[in-house]
C-alpha cells in the first residue's frame, strides 16, 4: 500500500530523477545525430550518384548504415526502461517508432542497385543486412506498439496503423529491389544486353561487305526480338518476320525527316537516341566483349558521317555527355533497373505515393495534436516511496522527438518524391516513350499525344548533371597577367594547400573545337602530337621533346614551355583562339596529373611521382623571388639558375626559349602549333585502357565532358 511506504527523501528524488533523465538524454542526442546523418544521405541522394561516390557522401553513408542498427535497438529497447522501479506515463513511444520507420525507409532508397552484365564483376544491389534490418525495425514496432505502452489513447490506434503501414510500404519497397535487380540481371534489355548487342553487331559486320552501308546500332527494343545464344554472344534471328518494335537510329532519323510534328521540331531528341545507342556500344568496351577491328574501323567511320558529320563541338560534347551519363546510371544508378519495363514503374511510383500519404498524415496528425512546447517524454513517480502530493515527476523534453519525427517525416516525403521526379525527368524515360512514338503509327497521328509528350520530355532537373561543361586547371607556371584569385570559404577548406590549386572553368567552345577537329583528322590514329609537330614546319627541330617513353615527362616538358610562351606576352589582353586552347589543354593535362593521375597512359604511381618531383623543383626554383607570379624574363632566369635541376624542367625551359625565338621571328604561328599538339596530345591520353580507372573517374564525376569526348 502506499501509505505504508516512506516519503521519498530529497536524495532520493534527485538520484530518480538523475537515472531516469540519463536515459532520456543519451536517447535524444542519439535521435538527433542519426536524423542528421539520415538528412544527409537525403541531400547527397538527390544530388545524382557522382556525389555519392565522394569521399564525405562515403563517409555518411558508412556511418549512418553502421550505426542505424546499434542506435535504433538501444533507443527502442529504451523505452520502459526503469519502470521496474517507477510508475511511468510515456509520451514519447510513438514518436520513437515513427522515427525509426522513417530512419529505415530513407536507407532504402539511399541504398543503390544496378543492373549488372555478365560478365561484369561488379555487384550493386540491396544486401541481405538491409533486409534484415528492415525486418528487425517492423518487428520492433509491431512487439512495441502490441503492448500499447504509450498514454495518448486518442491518436494512438491512428499512429499505431500509420507506422505499421509505413514499416509494411518499407519492406515492400526493398523487396520490389531485389525483384527489379534479379529482373534486371535475366533482362536483355539490361543484364544480358551488352553480350547481345555485341552478337547482333558482329552478325551484321560479318554479313557485310565494306562497301554497304554501316547497319544503324539499336535504340531499343531488341529484348522482343527473337533471340538465340551462339559461341559470341547472343544474336537476333528471323529478322525479316520482326514485329517492329526494334528501334534503331536510322529509323528515329527517317521519322525526323519526314517532318514529325514531335522530333522534327526538337532535334535533341533524336540526339538522345544517338546517345543511348552509342552508350549500348561503349559499354561493350566496359565488359570487354570482343570488338573485330573490322568492326571498330567502320564504327569509327559511322561515328564520322554522324556524330561529326556537321562539326558543331556544342552538338558533340553534348551527346558525349549523355552517352556517359547513362553509362554511369547503368552502373551506379538505381534507375535503370527499377523502373524496367512497364509494371515495375508503376509498383514503385505506388509504394512512393503512398509513403508520402502516410508521411503527410502522421505529420499532420501530430503537429495538431502536439505543440512541443513545455511537454515532458515521461510522467514517473517512484515505487520504493511515497512523493508528497502523490503527484508524477516529469522528465526529458518531448521536443527532441516531435522535431526529430517531423524532421524526418519531411526528409522522407522529399525523398521520396524526388524519387519519382527523378525518372520522370530522366534521359531513361524520354528514350523509352521516344522509341514508343516511333513503334506506334497512332501515337504520331494524335494531336493530345504530341501535346502530353511534348510537355513531358521538356521536364528536367537542371542542377543534377553526371558530365560536368568544366575542366580542371592547374599550372606549374602562374604568368604576371593573371592575378591571385580571391578564394572562398568552401575553396580554402577543401583546395590544395600549395599554391597550385585546381580551378574549374567552363570548357571554352574554342576548345571544343579544337578537338573534334583533331578528331576528325586523325583518322582513327592518334599521336602525342607528332603529327601537329610533323604539320607545322618546325618538326625537325622540336621533335626531340616528344622523344621518350613517359607521356607525363612529355606533358611536363611541354606544359612549362607552353607557360613560357604564355608569359612572354602576359602584358597582352587579347587573347587569341590558338592560345587558349593551348593553354586550357595543357593546363588540363597537368590537372589530370595532379587529381587523376589513374587516367594517364602511364603508371599512376609514376604519374604522381614526376608531378610531385617536378612541381617541387619548380616551386624551389621560383621561391627566390618570394612571389608566385613571375614574367619571362624572370621565368627564364629563375629556371635556368641551378646546373642540377630535374631534367625536364631544364628540357621545358629549352623548348620555351626556342618557340619563343621561331615566335618572335614571325615565321611560324607557334600558338597554332601548340594548339594542335595538345588537342592530339587529349586524345592520346583520353585513350588510356585503364576501364576500372574510367568507370571510377565516372563515378566521381571527376571526367568531365573534355575528356570523355576525347575518349
Same mark, same amino acid.
Given at each position: 500500500?502506499?501509505?505504508?511506504?516512506?516519503?521519498?527523501?530529497?536524495?532520493?528524488?534527485?538520484?530518480?530523477?538523475?537515472?531516469?533523465?540519463?536515459?532520456?538524454?543519451r536517447?535524444?542526442?542519439?535521435?538527433?545525430?542519426?536524423?542528421t546523418?539520415?538528412?544527409?544521405?537525403?541531400?547527397?541522394?538527390?544530388t545524382?550518384?557522382?556525389y555519392?561516390? *565522394?569521399?564525405?557522401?562515403r563517409?555518411?553513408? $558508412?556511418? /549512418?548504415? &553502421?550505426?542505424? %542498427?546499434?542506435?535504433? #535497438?538501444? =533507443?527502442v529497447?529504451?523505452?520502459g526502461?526503469?519502470?521496474?522501479?517507477a510508475?511511468?506515463?510515456?509520451?514519447?513511444?510513438f514518436?520513437i517508432?515513427?522515427?525509426t520507420?522513417?530512419?529505415?525507409?530513407?536507407?532504402?532508397?539511399?541504398s543503390g542497385?544496378?543492373?549488372?552484365?555478365?560478365?561484369?564483376s561488379q555487384?550493386?544491389?540491396?544486401?541481405?543486412?538491409?533486409?534484415?534490418?528492415t525486418?528487425w525495425?517492423?518487428y520492433?514496432?509491431?512487439y512495441?506498439?502490441?503492448?500499447?505502452?504509450? *498514454?495518448?489513447?486518442?491518436?494512438?490506434?491512428f $499512429?499505431? /496503423?500509420? &507506422?505499421?503501414? %509505413?514499416?509494411?510500404? #518499407?519492406? =515492400?519497397?526493398?523487396?520490389?529491389?531485389?525483384?527489379a535487380?534479379?529482373?534486371?540481371?535475366?533482362?536483355?534489355?539490361?543484364?544480358r544486353?551488352?553480350?547481345?548487342?555485341?552478337?547482333?553487331?558482329?552478325?551484321?559486320?560479318?554479313?557485310?561487305s565494306?562497301d554497304e552501308?554501316?547497319?544503324?546500332p539499336?535504340?531499343?527494343?531488341e529484348?522482343?526480338?527473337?533471340i538465340?545464344?551462339?559461341?559470341?554472344?547472343?544474336?537476333?534471328?528471323?529478322?525479316?518476320v520482326?514485329?517492329?518494335s526494334?528501334?534503331?537510329?536510322?529509323?528515329?532519323?527517317q521519322?525526323?525527316?519526314?517532318?514529325?510534328?514531335? %522530333?522534327a521540331?526538337?532535334?535533341?531528341?533524336?540526339?538522345?537516341?544517338l546517345?543511348?545507342?552509342?552508350f549500348?556500344?561503349?559499354?561493350?568496351?566496359f565488359?570487354?566483349?570482343?570488338?573485330?577491328?573490322?568492326?571498330?574501323?567502320?564504327?569509327f567511320?559511322?561515328?564520322?558521317?554522324?556524330?561529326?558529320?556537321?562539326g558543331d563541338?556544342?552538338r558533340?560534347?553534348?551527346?558525349?555527355?549523355?552517352?556517359?551519363s547513362?553509362?554511369?546510371?547503368s552502373?551506379?544508378?538505381?534507375?535503370?533497373?527499377?523502373?524496367f519495363?512497364?509494371?515495375l514503374p508503376v509498383?514503385?511510383?505506388?509504394?512512393?505515393?503512398?509513403?508520402v500519404?502516410f508521411?503527410l498524415?502522421?505529420?499532420?496528425?501530430?503537429?495538431?495534436?502536439?505543440?512541443?512546447?513545455?511537454?515532458?517524454?515521461?510522467n514517473?513517480?517512484?515505487?520504493?516511496?511515497?512523493?508528497l502530493?502523490?503527484?508524477?515527476?516529469?522528465?526529458?523534453?518531448?521536443?527532441?522527438n516531435?522535431?526529430?519525427?517531423?524532421f524526418?517525416?519531411?526528409?522522407?516525403?522529399?525523398?521520396?518524391?524526388?524519387?519519382?521526379?527523378?525518372y520522370?525527368?530522366?534521359?531513361?524515360?524520354?528514350?523509352?516513350?521516344?522509341c514508343?512514338y516511333?513503334?506506334?503509327?497512332?501515337?504520331q497521328?494524335s494531336?493530345r499525344?504530341?501535346?502530353?509528350?511534348?510537355?513531358?520530355l521538356?521536364?528536367?532537373i537542371?542542377?543534377?548533371?553526371?558530365?560536368?561543361?568544366?575542366?580542371?586547371?592547374v599550372?606549374?607556371?602562374?604568368?604576371?597577367?593573371?592575378?591571385?584569385?580571391t578564394?572562398?570559404?568552401?575553396q580554402?577548406?577543401?583546395?590544395f594547400?600549395?599554391?597550385?590549386?585546381?580551378?574549374?572553368?567552363?570548357?571554352?567552345?574554342?576548345v571544343?573545337?579544337?578537338?573534334?577537329?583533331?578528331?576528325?583528322?586523325?583518322?582513327e590514329?592518334?599521336?602525342?602530337?607528332?603529327?601537329a609537330l610533323?604539320?607545322?614546319g618546325?618538326g625537325?627541330?622540336?621533335l626531340?621533346a616528344?622523344?621518350?617513353?613517359?607521356?607525363?615527362?612529355?606533358?611536363?616538358?611541354?606544359?612549362?614551355?607552353?607557360?613560357?610562351?604564355?608569359?612572354?606576352?602576359?602584358?597582352?589582353t587579347?587573347?587569341?583562339?590558338?592560345?587558349?586552347?593551348?593553354?586550357?589543354?595543357?593546363?588540363?593535362?597537368?590537372?589530370?596529373?595532379?587529381?587523376?593521375?589513374?587516367l594517364?597512359?602511364?603508371?599512376?604511381?609514376?604519374?604522381k611521382?614526376r608531378y610531385?618531383?617536378?612541381?617541387?623543383?619548380v616551386?624551389?626554383?621560383?621561391?627566390?623571388r618570394?612571389?608566385?607570379?613571375?614574367?619571362?624574363g624572370?621565368?627564364?632566369?629563375?629556371?635556368?639558375?641551378?646546373?642540377?635541376?630535374?631534367?625536364?624542367?631544364k628540357?621545358?625551359?629549352?623548348?620555351?626559349?626556342?618557340?619563343?625565338?621561331?615566335?618572335?621571328g614571325?615565321?611560324?604561328?607557334?600558338w597554332?602549333?601548340?594548339?594542335?599538339?595538345?588537342?592530339?596530345?587529349?586524345?592520346?591520353?583520353?585513350?588510356?585502357d585503364?576501364?576500372?580507372a574510367?568507370?571510377?573517374?565516372?563515378?566521381?564525376g571527376?571526367?568531365?565532358?573534355?575528356?570523355?569526348?576525347?575518349?
Amino acid at each position: 500500500m502506499d501509505n505504508d511506504k516512506p516519503v521519498c527523501r530529497r536524495d532520493e528524488i534527485r538520484n530518480f530523477q538523475h537515472a531516469l533523465n540519463a536515459v532520456l538524454w543519451r536517447n535524444n542526442v542519439l535521435m538527433v545525430m542519426n536524423s542528421t546523418l539520415v538528412a544527409s544521405m537525403v541531400v547527397v541522394g538527390a544530388t545524382g550518384w557522382r556525389y555519392r561516390h *565522394s569521399m564525405v557522401a562515403r563517409f555518411i553513408s $558508412l556511418g /549512418a548504415t &553502421t550505426l542505424f %542498427l546499434p542506435i535504433v #535497438s538501444y =533507443v527502442v529497447s529504451s523505452i520502459g526502461s526503469g519502470n521496474w522501479k517507477a510508475d511511468c506515463q510515456d509520451s514519447y513511444v510513438f514518436l520513437i517508432l515513427t522515427w525509426t520507420v522513417l530512419v529505415q525507409t530513407i536507407g532504402i532508397n539511399f541504398s543503390g542497385i544496378a543492373a549488372v552484365n555478365d560478365g561484369d564483376s561488379q555487384k550493386l544491389g540491396p544486401s541481405i543486412e538491409l533486409l534484415a534490418r528492415t525486418l528487425w525495425t517492423s518487428y520492433l514496432v509491431v512487439y512495441y506498439y502490441s503492448n500499447n505502452t504509450f *498514454s495518448d489513447d486518442d491518436i494512438g490506434p491512428f $499512429l499505431s /496503423a500509420s &507506422t505499421f503501414a %509505413l514499416s509494411v510500404l #518499407s519492406f =515492400v519497397k526493398i523487396t520490389l529491389k531485389f525483384f527489379a535487380l534479379e529482373k534486371a540481371r535475366r533482362s536483355f534489355a539490361l543484364g544480358r544486353n551488352t553480350r547481345l548487342v555485341a552478337g547482333f553487331m558482329e552478325q551484321l559486320h560479318s554479313r557485310q561487305s565494306e562497301d554497304e552501308p554501316i547497319p544503324p546500332p539499336i535504340v531499343m527494343g531488341e529484348e522482343k526480338q527473337q533471340i538465340e545464344e551462339r559461341p559470341h554472344g547472343y544474336v537476333i534471328i528471323n529478322r525479316a518476320v520482326t514485329n517492329g518494335s526494334l528501334v534503331t537510329t536510322d529509323r528515329v532519323w527517317q521519322l525526323a525527316s519526314t517532318g514529325d510534328v514531335l %522530333l522534327a521540331s526538337r532535334p535533341q531528341l533524336k540526339e538522345l537516341c544517338l546517345s543511348f545507342a552509342l552508350f549500348k556500344l561503349l559499354r561493350r568496351r566496359f565488359v570487354k566483349c570482343r570488338i573485330p577491328e573490322s568492326a571498330s574501323t567502320r564504327a569509327f567511320n559511322f561515328l564520322q558521317d554522324v556524330l561529326l558529320g556537321d562539326g558543331d563541338p556544342d552538338r558533340i560534347f553534348r551527346v558525349v555527355a549523355d552517352e556517359v551519363s547513362f553509362l554511369g546510371d547503368s552502373y551506379y544508378s538505381s534507375l535503370p533497373a527499377c523502373y524496367f519495363g512497364k509494371l515495375l514503374p508503376v509498383l514503385n511510383i505506388t509504394v512512393s505515393l503512398s509513403i508520402v500519404t502516410f508521411c503527410l498524415a502522421s505529420g499532420v496528425v501530430i503537429g495538431a495534436f502536439f505543440d512541443g512546447a513545455g511537454e515532458d517524454q515521461r510522467n514517473c513517480r517512484p515505487l520504493s516511496c511515497t512523493v508528497l502530493g502523490d503527484y508524477y515527476v516529469g522528465f526529458g523534453s518531448l521536443n527532441f522527438n516531435y522535431y526529430s519525427t517531423l524532421f524526418l517525416l519531411v526528409a522522407t516525403i522529399l525523398s521520396e518524391a524526388w524519387d519519382v521526379a527523378s525518372y520522370i525527368c530522366s534521359n531513361w524515360l524520354k528514350v523509352a516513350l521516344i522509341c514508343s512514338y516511333v513503334t506506334h503509327a497512332s501515337w504520331q497521328q494524335s494531336p493530345r499525344v504530341h501535346r502530353w509528350l511534348g510537355g513531358l520530355l521538356k521536364l528536367r532537373i537542371k542542377w543534377v548533371n553526371s558530365c560536368s561543361d568544366e575542366m580542371g586547371q592547374v599550372s606549374l607556371l602562374a604568368p604576371a597577367r593573371r592575378q591571385p584569385k580571391t578564394w572562398s570559404l568552401r575553396q580554402k577548406l577543401f583546395c590544395f594547400s600549395d599554391h597550385r590549386r585546381v580551378q574549374h572553368v567552363k570548357v571554352p567552345r574554342e576548345v571544343k573545337a579544337a578537338i573534334v577537329e583533331a578528331l576528325i583528322g586523325s583518322n582513327e590514329s592518334l599521336s602525342s602530337g607528332l603529327v601537329a609537330l610533323q604539320n607545322s614546319g618546325i618538326g625537325d627541330a622540336v621533335l626531340w621533346a616528344i622523344q621518350g617513353e613517359s607521356t607525363s615527362d612529355v606533358i611536363l616538358v611541354w606544359h612549362i614551355a607552353t607557360s613560357i610562351v604564355d608569359s612572354r606576352h602576359a602584358a597582352s589582353t587579347s587573347s587569341s583562339v590558338d592560345r587558349t586552347v593551348a593553354t586550357c589543354i595543357s593546363q588540363y593535362c597537368l590537372y589530370l596529373m595532379k587529381a587523376a593521375p589513374e587516367l594517364l597512359p602511364d603508371d599512376k604511381a609514376w604519374s604522381k611521382k614526376r608531378y610531385k618531383e617536378v612541381g617541387e623543383e619548380v616551386r624551389h626554383l621560383l621561391s627566390v623571388r618570394r612571389c608566385r607570379w613571375v614574367n619571362y624574363g624572370q621565368m627564364i632566369e629563375l629556371l635556368g639558375e641551378s646546373s642540377g635541376q630535374d631534367e625536364v624542367v631544364k628540357n621545358g625551359v629549352r623548348l620555351g626559349k626556342q618557340l619563343v625565338e621561331l615566335q618572335d621571328g614571325g615565321t611560324v604561328p607557334i600558338w597554332g602549333v601548340l594548339a594542335r599538339f595538345w588537342s592530339e596530345m587529349i586524345l592520346c591520353v583520353a585513350s588510356s585502357d585503364n576501364l576500372k580507372a574510367h568507370r571510377e573517374a565516372i563515378a566521381r564525376g571527376s571526367s568531365g565532358r573534355i575528356r570523355n569526348a576525347a575518349a
